[in-house]
């Protein structure tokens, strides 16, 4: 499966932003899909992720409350609402599946920039 993010772009703080993620070469079927993301001289950490039914939801502590995973499985997407942004919440976003190996394929991810 190949992912492709969408949706990046520079924010003043407390916008909002809606990631998507679109996957091609096979569906999301059955894996849980998350987002990640990596700020500058950081690494590459977890944000949200949501299972395959759409039942469960899991976010990182520093997103709880203002982000909201979500999927599409008809559309074959899954989108990151992103509320109150903050300055550190500039990173770049990468989409990943759940797979036997690990999370991934790292695609090229979208760049999130906040500003002050």
């Known amino acids: 499966v190949q992912l492709q993010a969408s949706g990046g772009g520079l924010v003043q703080a407390g916008g909002s932003l809606r990631l998507s993620c679109a996957a091609s070469?096979?569906?999301?079927?059955?894996?849980?899909s998350g987002w990640f993301r990596q700020a500058p001289g950081k690494e590459r950490e977890f944000v949200a992720a949501?299972?395959?039914?759409?039942?469960?939801?899991f976010y990182a502590d520093s997103v709880k409350g203002r982000w909201t995973i979500s999927r599409d499985n008809a559309k074959n997407t899954v989108d990151l609402q992103m509320n109150n942004l903050k300055p550190e919440d500039t990173a770049v976003y990468y989409c990943?599946?759940?797979?036997?190996?690990?999370?991934?394929?790292w695609g090229q991810g979208t760049l999130v920039t906040v500003s002050s």
């Open positions: 949501i299972t395959w039914s759409g039942g469960s939801t």
């Open positions: 990943a599946v759940e797979g036997e190996k690990g999370w991934g394929p």
């Open positions: 070469g096979r569906t999301f079927s059955g894996w849980t």
